[in-house]
């Protein structure tokens, strides 16, 4: 089925292990985003690229690093985990960054810091 | 900067009932309002969405309406089933936001047979 894959769905760190989030789509979008999901906070943008070879800071982006591989992959890597980081993370795309078309999600990964 | 505030959950309400979650924004220009739905588990599906004031958006039996005036997009179903529990997120995004789109806190609802 065409979408969002994200790898993996459930992961445990300890502190100051470093770990990388994939997230490929097979949609031909322009636009890719992470997002992180915190109970009560709704999701926080982290990093956001809004075309290939590109990548942009969000609202959260202290602790973590992208790379937008190619069009059609985007990964998250954070290189030393700390327990502020366990999260549910989700990665988002979009045709472009246009304000009139939605977000296609993945299911997300599941992230325990401990 | 631009600002999404949604009524806080949990919505309880028996399977048939009447549902409405209010939404109000904050934002500069004219921003596309979104709402998602997130099932347990999953990802956060788009549900409906308009670009412009006035317009409704529609799908699987929920509608919204883009309220300029008020700045506001509630969403409403005329008749809840249990499948409808979820997490509903309103959302928008606008040119003056960087084309970046901005969530709400979510509402849980959970429906009663």
Redesign the interface.
Known sequence: NAG?TQTPKFQVLKTGQSMTLQCAQDMNHNSM?W?RQDP????R?IY?S?SEGTTDK?EVPNGYNVSRLNKREFSLRLESAAPSQTSVY?C?SSET????Y???????TRLTVV | GDSVTQMEGPVTLSEEAFLTINCTYTATGYPSLFWYVQYPGEGLQLLLKATKADDKGSNKGFEATYRKETTSFHLEKGSVQVSDSAVYFCALSSPTGGFKTIFGAGTRLFVKA
Request: proline letters at 4%; a negative charge.
């Open positions: 969002v985003y997002y009560g906070m709704g999701l943008l956001y809004a969000g989700f988002a960054p246009g304000v009139e939605g977000y296609t999600f993945g299911s997300g």
